[in-house]
Every structure is written in C-alpha cells, then in structure tokens.
C-alpha cells in the first residue's frame, strides 16, 4: 500500500511477531541473555512476566532460536489445556507419538524414560509456555509431577512460564504454591519510556528500508503515539502503521501529530444525552476530519420551532389543534423523539468509498464521533 511511496522492502510495523524486527533496548537483551543462561545452568521454572504487548512472544521464540541443538523444546501457545491431555501433548511437542492403548500411568512412563533418555545422552528438554496465566490450576497440579523428575542436581524437564501480570496472582494462590516455590528466577519485561518509544520506532523504520530514509515521525507524533500505547510495543506498532497510511493518503514524508489517531485504541469514554459524546466506531470518513464525524444535534427548543414550521407547511397545523389523532403527528414523534431517547439503529450512508455503515455501529473499529449542540 504505501511501501513503494516510502521506499519499504518490508512493512515495518505488522503486529506479528517478527524476530527480524527485535528491539534488544529497553532490558529486551539483558532478559534474552539471562534466560538462555538460565536453560543451559539447567535451573529449574524461570517466570517471565510483562503486560500485554510488551514482547514476551518474541523473546519466546528468540530463545528457540538461540538455544544449542542439544536442547530440546517444546513450545505451548494454548495452555488451556485439559490436566488428562497435558501427557499427550507434551510428547507430541517432543516429537514422542504416545503409544496406543495407553491409559494415564503409561504415558507419564513414556515421557520419564524420555526425559532419563535425553539426560543419558547429555541433552535437555525445556518447556515454553506462552500465556501461562491462562492455563487451569488442575493442569498446573499436573505439571508439578513433570517439575519433581529429576537427578539429584539437575531438573530433567526445565520450564519457562511466560505471561501476564495476573500469573503472578494466580501462582500465589495457596493451592498453585508449590508450583511457585519451584520458580528460581523471575523475570519482568518492563514497559517502554518515551525515548525507548522513539528508538524503537526509529530501529523499525531504518530496518524496513532500502537504503536512506524517506520518512520522519515529528516529536509531537513521538509523544503522541507513547502517550496512547502506554508503553506498549503492539499498540505502538498499530498507532505507527496508521500514522503512516494517514500520511501516504496525504502524500507526505512527514508523520505528525495529527496523523497519529489515537481513536484507534479509545474505546466509548462518555455517552451523554445532549452533550459531545465519543463512541467506537470506524474510521470511514476522511473527508469529514482525521477521525471525527460531526452530526448535528438541534435542542429541544429548536426542534419545537421546526416542527411547528413543517406542520404549518404541511397543512397539518389545524389537525394538531383540533387534538385530532394524525399519522403525520406519529412520524413526525418518530423522527423527533428517537434521537432523544436513544441512538437509530444501523442505516447507510454515503461514503468516500462508496456505501458505508451506520454512524451509530457499536461494534466497528474505534474512532471518534462528536455531537454537536447547537
């Protein structure tokens, strides 16, 4: 899309995982380096804690990466796991085909004398698994039986949590504590500062190129895109990419502030009934401003002159006051009362890119919607 007006080879900004963009500021490589550490000192469950976005995923699969051949692994990205499934998947992971007919004591078997296996030959097996504070507590239990096989130094199936803050609440519950007092080192990945958020935009930017750059984020775009990412790397990356398409629509080299709409993070923040309100919605329309539509909503005084004018226009005027009933007095109650007691339902509406939604869709995208009172 706007790859060839800036000269990328490559979209600097996707959200996924990309081990080709790592930022190793920010402790991002000091963590690294102490975790491959750890796996090759055979110590026991490492904890690696940071909020939502942060990277832990990739720091997950940057230590597969580095990690010698002689270290087997097996990665878990779904832990919500069944406790009577967690034997079955873990030799899976290892490449190990559980043996049919088998019941639960007979797996356990198979993956010991695996794991013995391995240690005879002078190798490892680490386990690595992404969104631990999602695993059930009864899996959990069953883990801990995987934790005590070991020789009298050296733990035969090493283990990596990686997740969210709301792990280390769930693993200081009385009944996960023997999990918890197994983890010998505990890891935080820490948010970004204002200048880690401009160093890592930059990296992305220089990495995406061929050649010399052909784009600037202003320092008003910096502070602007930190201050709604909350140091957060995946919403960083989703406010930067829209940053850009906002200026290639514009056709210029220079991100600013106003390009950086942080409409797309906002959820509704107010709903209120004759004032500005700001709902969720998408952003379909341009033309009408960087993010905002603006529909204008008249007062209770006005309306009353409006539709006393229409009535006498209409012809209608003698029937109100007869107090006569009047179909042209329920549409006209329709048209006036609904605004006020709440919002239409979805309609379409004429857009720069042909029909679009409804102004009044909850559920679209995010972006900001100001009512007018005039």
């Not at 339902?345 to 909850?362: C, I, L, R, Y």
């Amino acid at each position: 899309m706007y790859k060839e007006f800036f000269g990328f080879h490559r979209l600097p900004f996707a959200i996924n995982p990309d081990e080709d963009f790592f930022y190793p500021d920010c402790q991002r490589q000091g963590l690294l380096d102490a975790m491959e550490l750890a796996v090759l000192e055979g110590e026991g469950i490492i904890k690696v804690v940071g909020g939502i976005g942060t990277g832990k995923t990739t720091l997950c699969r940057l230590l597969c990466q580095r990690l010698p051949s002689r270290v087997h692994t097996a990665l878990i990205i779904d832990p919500k796991i069944a406790p009577e499934k967690l034997c079955d998947v873990l030799l899976l992971e290892f490449g190990q085909k559980p043996q049919p007919g088998q019941d639960e004591h007979g797996k356990r078997q198979q993956l010991q004398d695996y794991l013995i296996h391995l240690f005879k030959e002078g190798q490892q097996a680490l386990l690595l698994l992404d969104e631990a504070q999602s695993m059930l507590p009864e899996t959990y239990e069953e883990l801990l039986f995987f934790s005590n096989i070991e020789t009298y130094n050296h733990k035969l199936l090493q283990m990596i949590f990686f997740g969210r803050p709301e792990l280390d609440r769930m693993l200081g519950k009385s009944i996960l504590r023997p999990i918890g007092d197994r983890i010998t080192q505990h890891m935080i990945v820490p948010p970004f500062s204002l200048e880690d958020t401009r160093h890592y935009i930059q990296t992305r930017l220089d990495r995406a190129f061929y050649g010399t750059a052909q784009v600037a984020f202003s320092p008003q775009a910096f502070m602007a895109i930190h201050g709604a990412a909350h140091g957060s790397l995946r919403r960083t990356d989703v406010l930067a990419h829209d940053a850009l398409v906002q200026a290639f629509r514009e056709g210029v080299r220079v991100v600013e502030k106003k390009h950086v709409h942080l409409s797309r993070l906002r959820k509704i923040t107010s709903l209120s009934r004759f004032g500005p309100m700001h709902l969720s919605m998408p952003d379909r329309f341009p033309n009408l401003g960087h993010g905002v539509v603006r529909i204008p909503y008249p007062k209770p005084s006005t309306m009353v002159i409006g539709i006393l004018g229409m009535s006498l226009i209409s012809g209608t005027l003698p029937l109100w006051l007869d107090g006569g009933p009047s179909s042209a007095t329920q549409e006209v109650d329709q048209v006036v009362v609904a605004p006020m007691e709440g919002l239409p339902g979805p309609s379409k509406v004429p857009g720069t890119h042909g029909d679009q939604e409804a102004f009044m869709n909850f559920q679209g995208k995010p972006t900001e919607l100001l009512v007018d009172v005039y």
